[in-house]
């Protein structure tokens, strides 16, 4: 088995999904959030710092997910669906991993065939109205990232992993994978780009990578 993993937001889709889901509040709670989603992507401030912070502000409900889960695919990166659907068929198990939240990101998932997502749980009340999420998931704070792709390792003795994303998230598991590469599609972060082994502006060049 060898694994490709992909972060979600900025990456196989243009959208940040905390940022959609904020955005459905208005322009001023979109500002707010967008700027701390930037800061942490930015490795400016902790990630841990603002995750409950921004989804007090925003209280996402069923019908949220639903929305930006449907805009996820509606933004998808160009060549991601085709791209995927080479490395499967070389041989690559695909698997998102994503400080983003499960429900949301399902429909991209679907869509693009891949079948694990490894993200954050949303919790909703009888009624749709939000109830929480899975603070104890790892991707919500600093290295959790490590942490799963460390979990992957020991469940499937992958023989090869290979990371993709925007991130400083992302760029943190550079130690624990194969190949970290730098994805600047959508976000080029100067970070990101010195850090990696290797960038690409369009996910179909991670072929040629492999």
């Known amino acids: 088995m060898k694994l490709i993993c992909f972060d979600c937001d900025s990456t196989l889709s ?35 710092s603002v995750f409950g912070l921004r989804l007090e502000a925003i209280r996402p409900g069923k019908q949220d997910a639903e929305a930006v889960g449907a805009s996820y695919v509606a933004h998808v990166e160009p060549t991601a669906a085709a791209t995927v659907g080479v490395l499967a068929r070389a041989g690559w198990t695909p698997v998102i991993i994503s400080g983003g939240f ?36 790892p991707s919500t704070r600093t290295g959790g990232k490590i942490e799963i792709i460390e979990r ?27 190949l970290f590469v730098g994805y600047g599609g959508f976000s080029a972060r100067e970070k990101v780009r010195l850090g990696a082994a290797a960038f690409i502006w369009s996910l179909s060049e991670v072929l040629a990578l492999l």
């Open 152 to 178: 992957l390792r020991g469940e499937l003795s992958p023989e090869r992993i290979v990371m993709v994303g925007d991130g400083v998230s992302d760029l943190e598991t550079r130690p624990v994978v194969d």
């Open 102 to 137: 499960r429900q949301v990101i399902r429909p991209l998932a679907d869509f693009l065939g891949i079948g694990r997502i490894e993200a954050v749980d949303l919790h909703f009340a009888d009624d749709g109205s939000y109830a929480g999420y899975d603070s104890a998931y």
């Open 14 to 48: 243009s959208i940040e999904g905390i940022d959609e889901l904020a955005r459905l509040r208005g322009p001023g709670a979109f500002a707010r959030i967008q700027a701390m989603t930037e800061d942490a992507m930015n490795g400016k401030i902790a990630l841990e």
